[in-house]
Nanobody, 121 residues
Framework: VQLQASGGGLVQPGGSLRLSCATS????????VAWFRQAPEKVREFVAA????????NVADSVKGRATISRDTAKNILYLQMNNLKPEDTAVYYC???????????????WGQGTLVTVSS
């Protein structure tokens, strides 16, 4: 069971970024997959989640309208498209998998290593 996040980097305010999370070793139809983030000196927070089989998504209010979660069921890759990025979006972004589509990180059993997004001019 493995999740590997990628796609982070330095982006200017107002810019866009797409994060990817490659998965392997899962029967993903039985999982929800999600993105969380942790800013420096802050607790990790929920960003978005999607039910793999049905595609039902759940997006945090803090990024609603700027973030889109999606998945490629053929390639087993999870994505997070972030637009109109703000300095407060700077964080390490983690992908995770669990049995329920939820904003609570305790319900996610499997985690990737994280990818750093820095929003700065």
């Amino acid at each position: 069971v493995q999740l590997q996040a990628s796609g982070g980097g330095l982006v200017q305010p107002g810019g866009s970024l797409r994060l990817s999370c490659a998965t392997s070793g899962f029967a993903l139809d039985y999982y929800a997959v999600a993105w969380f983030r942790q800013a420096p000196e802050k607790v990790r927070e929920f960003v978005a989640a999607i039910t793999w089989k049905g595609g039902v998504d759940n997006v945090a209010d803090s990024v609603k309208g700027r973030a889109t979660i999606s998945r490629d069921t053929a390639k087993n890759i999870l994505y997070l498209q972030m637009n109109n990025l703000k300095p407060e979006d700077t964080a390490v972004y983690y992908c995770a998998a669990g049995s329920l589509n939820s904003e609570y990180e305790a319900l996610y059993d499997h985690w990737g290593q994280g990818t750093l997004v820095t929003v700065s001019s």
